[in-house]
């Protein structure tokens, strides 16, 4: 909780101007891409208590050195456009929102490298290089509007991952600011990281505000690696150097087929023949959808594949051509240029279909491509009559990272709670058909370990132990946490036990009153006392109970909950 | 007293602010946001604050009604929304509400106290409408109020305020050296209802439509010319949803770019001169992205023999705004020279020594960039570059 003398150190840290803890400035960095359902919401409790905006990283560290000094919850954000709650306060607490680290720092065409703050949108960025001719190897579809930090803490796949890999593989070196305040560049060994001989630190926060940098080493591949997808509870992501390619032309095809049978044998055909910028496909239901908001092409098939090339005009013309004659076993139609261009211009665009919801409930997971026929098949099995849009992109893994909307209106509370399982249930389907969760953040916590791998997840909980032992840094994010219930639902649970207590013991009464004279014959409730004292017991027990849900993981609720949830939908559905 | 939230539920756009995706693609094309960094100014913050108010059927705080103003409407929100959302028509209508509220800025409270009681926003004498004409007086001095097929709209920037009166000019010239039989409605002009527009204020702005489409008819008129979009906007688009597509049958309404480009296609003006100089072109909002208009100006620059056209790294539907726009000059003038200043970065990027448009509005705004960032740019409307193409 944060109270008035931390608000005025926090901004005079940050500066008055880039600090606010007005409520509705609060009301706005406490939540993300992805609508909650009202008693999640409740819950949860996702409310921050101030915003700060860091504009270099020593006020990073600053504002974490004192944040953890006074037991301060912090959450870092990007520009919140995720889905995962990893951005989330779940504690309240300080967000640390980052878009005013947003500078190119350094451009080396030599080693094709950049290096950048980590609140930089990836659409500026992109229209800064292509300015020196240079283009980023992959970014999200989310590009017009999210931070390179902000991915990389969420880690995953995007356009052009199909070819150069995920954002992971585009890392070269971060600067991070630990929980203790300490920046480091991860070209620093992963020793002196994650475990405990530290080197000396470039800087471990001080009270004048004043740092000057030192030069790295050379980067550390290992060590970095461990941030990325580390959704910040590791440290605040600051700055980055990642790399680049020459900016070439890209030349979209878009081809359309009759079923998924021949989209899915197609994708892997063409990856037998390249391995293209952007490989992505959208099934006829999400088409249908798109028909229906009127963007959809006219195509001959309602199954769309998007390959996008990169390369020279005759590179990537040879190699159309190869595609196109391919095509044709698997009943494809190449579509007008004009039709590629419109698909890949809508690559920013997943969500034209909410209008239809208005609400989408989202999931996300990779599945192997050669799998995707049965994920398919075992989705539209498990989801019947419900309406899903699909799409996927291959990564350079032959993975495909699966994408499901389905249409939901958050207005309808009852249902859209109930409804709510079908995200889960599509990682969960994903999982069964060889496939592993797409990225952790706060709802997927359940499947940490497994997606980080024992080992790097034993090192990554080495180092939040040791730098965030009371696990201020955005908590409930990769490491499981308990609930925090917030003080309304809490005396909700404790009128609720209070009233439960008189009413049970009235009930027992009626139904066996024999039962309850021999053994209990003190436990009545005849009057208005017995009822008083019985209700004063009742609170105690709600008291007890809510307590008790606080030490519950999150995760754990949502797999107890999970069940209840689909039955809910089925009734109400 | 109207329900709350009447206008957007009249036009089923109160629904909305749930249709919005949260994707943030509107802030940064967003020049308040781009201000400030902060979402509250935002597109996507305001709707996520919209979405609580109106379900929980509150109404709009004064604070919050004062963000709804820090805003150009410049639609770049609206142009670049995942779900499509109406976004122009949405803050006209959430404006409405705030007027209903009786939350309006002061400053918009002193245009429509002005627009009441003279018809003009400078709060002037209607007599004085022809103040502009005074460089232009021998080709106009017979044309206030006369039948002809062609009137030119001056609307009060240029009718008023003395640094604009040359858009006004250069358009005559342009039309008397192509032999255009044209009017002008002198003190019969008057405002087009743009602030009313603009402000959310429909019904305020019905008599002056009116009044503007019958003083046009009365003289027999089938063309109107504007150097203000804000103007064109108001009768193209405005005017018939207002009054109903009938209003304006048997008009049509021309920019001055549109104008002067027929005027070159008939061969009833020609460039012969060489002008010598590189021009950065910005559209302004209300033509391009709200109008679609964005190839008139452009090929009647291209016509000009010696001109280089050079294109911003965000032209036609990505151009960012001037800062002029949606009031915001008068609800938050700092922010508004800021937002221009941040154009005139980048015009300056493309080399050229003048950054052009056609807008009254752009004009004033990117005279204040200019002097906020101290560039050696110079602005120049597309009326004073072809005047002096052609050597008028």
New interface residues.
Partial sequence: MLRKQHFQKLADIVGEDYFSAEGYMTHLYSHDIAALPGIVNDVLNPHAEAIAQPTTSEVVSNLLKYCKENNIQVVPRGHGTSGYGGALPTKGGLVVEMTRMNEIYNIDKGSMTIEVGAGIIWGKLLELLEDEGLSAAAYPSSAPSSTVGGWIAAGGSGIGSTKYGGIREQVVELEVVLPDGEIIRTSQSEDSVFNEGKTKPFFGGDDSFYWESEESSAPNKESTSLFVDSNGTLGIITKVVMKVIPLRKIKPLTISFPNKEQTMGAMQAILRITQPFYLHFITDEFFGMLKEVGKAPDVAGEWLVLCALEGTDEENDEVAGKIAEAMAMYHGTVESDEIGHHEWDERFYPMRIKRLGPSLAPSEVYVPLERMVDFIDHCYKHFKGERMAMEGAVNHRNEVAVLTWFLDDERRRIPFLFGWYRSLDVINIGIKNGGRAYSIGMWNVAHSRKFYGKEDYTKMAKLKQRTDSKNYLNSHKVFPGPLYLSTRIGLLIMFAAAFVVPIVIMFAWWLAPSVVAAYVPWVVVNDIASFLLWFIVGLGVGFVVQEFANLIPISVVLSIGLPFLRLGRKIFH | MTKPYEPLKIEGLD?EP??C?????C??VCPAYLDT????QSPR?KL??LR?LI?NKKKIPA??AARIFNCTLCGACQE?C???IPLLRFWQLTREEIGNLEEWPEIVNYIDTALQETQNIMEMDQDDRTLWTDMVDDLVEKRTGIKAEVAYFAGCNISFKGTLAHLGENTIKVMDAAGVDFTILGSEEFCCGNPYFVAGGFDKARELAMHNLAALKELGVKTVVFNCPGCHRAFAEEYPHLLGKDSVEGLEFLPFSEFTLRLLKEGKIKFTKNYPHTVAWHDPCELGRHQNIYNPAREVLNAIPGLKLREM?HARNKARCCGGGGLLKGTNPMMSVRISGRRVEEAEKTGAEFIASECPSCTMSFNDGIEHKNSKMKFKDLSQIVVEALGL
């Fill in positions: 629904i749930t249709v995706a949260r994707c943030g693609f802030t940064f960094l902060w979402d509250s913050g996520y604050q609580d379900k604070d919050f670049i995942q779900t499509n790294k």
